[in-house]
């Protein structure tokens, strides 16, 4: 099992940033993907960035491409979320999630191919 924890959520002002971060625990950190979701009130869970178990292969949905960027400390155990350049629309819960796919499997998007989910964190980006 695998049991992540974020952290790093808060109110900022459109154009702001901020660096979520998700501590997980359970099985060996470097062996799995991870990836960043997020949900807005009366909407679905949306894909925002995912990345390998090395670090080396990234992807991006295009509503924040050159904005966020992914990256994880395998030391660490933890996966980060930097956002920049906030928009009102970036508001919604964040959460992170593990996908247990071994470690050659192309990385996903889709939510359901994620294992186990954190609590989420709050993002509020005021106008």
């Known amino acids: 099992q695998v049991q992540p924890v974020e952290s790093g959520g808060g109110l900022v002002q459109a154009g702001g940033s901020l660096r979520l971060s998700c501590a997980a625990s359970?099985?060996?950190?470097?062996?799995?993907?991870m990836g960043w979701f997020r949900q807005a009130p009366g909407k679905e869970r949306e894909f925002v960035a995912a990345?390998?178990?090395?670090?080396?292969?990234?992807g991006y949905a295009d509503s924040v491409k050159g904005r966020f960027t992914i990256s994880r400390d395998n030391a660490k155990n933890t996966v980060y979320l930097q956002m920049n350049s906030l928009k009102p629309e970036d508001t919604a819960v964040y959460y992170c999630?593990?996908?247990?796919?071994?470690?050659?499997?192309?990385?996903?998007?889709?939510?359901?191919?994620?294992?186990?989910w954190g609590q989420g964190t709050q993002v509020t980006v005021s106008s």
């Open positions: 990345i390998s178990w090395s670090g080396s292969t990234t």
């Open positions: 999630a593990a996908d247990l796919k071994p470690r050659n499997s192309i990385l996903s998007m889709s939510y359901y191919e994620y294992d186990y």
């Open positions: 359970g099985r060996t950190f470097s062996s799995y993907a």
